[in-house]
Structures are given as C-alpha cells and as structure tokens.
C-alpha cells in the first residue's frame, strides 16, 4: 500500500484546513486508516483513526469535536478536516494504514508527511 498525504499549509487560528491521503494498492481498503502528527520538538502523537469500512472513528481528546476524519473506498481517499485550529495543532501530519484504530505500532504503512502551521 502506498499513501500520499497533502493538503498542509499556513493558517491562521480558528482557521480550517482539510487532508487529504490518496491510498493505492488492491488492498488499501482492508486497512484501518489513522492519522498522526510530529509536533516539534514532541513525540509522533495518535490523532484520529476510521475503520476499513468507515463505520467506526477514534480521536485523540485534543481533537475531539474539531477535527473529523472520513473515507471515500470509491477514490481510494482518506481526509482529514481539521477546523477551530490552534497553535498547537502546528505538526507535520501524516496518513497510515494499519490494524488496530489508535495503536501506532500497529500501522504498517506510512505515507510521507504533510506539514500544518497555525500561526497565532
């Protein structure tokens, strides 16, 4: 599986913006799909995560009820809307395709970074 993350960028607080991670490979679909962040200086944290079907989601506190993660298994394509952004938001932020929704040594596969900037 490979995955391909974009949509990072400069914004502003109480700004939004919206991920993307494109997925190819016959069984990217299979996969639970998280999404995690570098901040700097800190640890790679868990953010939020959808389930191969997308019926089940899992988000970190700090999110909750700001972001919201979705798929679309026509497009291959999981996204991330990020909304009410903080400084501390800023990250780089990266997809990944794994088994279980918020243990990152569970993730497999690993999609390069995209990288979020919320100015204050």
């Known amino acids: 599986v490979q995955l391909q993350a974009s949509g990072g960028g400069l914004v502003q607080a109480g700004g939004s913006l919206r991920l993307s991670c494109a997925a190819s490979?016959?069984?990217?679909?299979?996969?639970?799909m998280g999404w995690f962040r570098h901040p700097p200086g800190k640890d790679r944290e868990f953010v939020t995560a959808i389930s191969g079907s997308g019926g089940s989601t899992y988000y970190a506190d700090s999110v909750k009820g700001r972001f919201t993660i979705s798929r679309d298994g026509a497009k291959n394509t999981v996204y991330l809307q990020m909304n009410s952004l903080k400084p501390e938001d800023t990250a780089v932020y990266f997809c990944?395709?794994?088994?279980?929704?918020?243990?990152?040594?569970?993730?497999?596969?690993w999609g390069q970074g995209t990288k979020v900037t919320v100015s204050s």
């Open positions: 990944a395709a794994g088994h279980v929704l918020d243990i990152q040594r569970t993730y497999v596969y």
């Open positions: 490979g016959r069984t990217s679909n299979n996969y639970n």
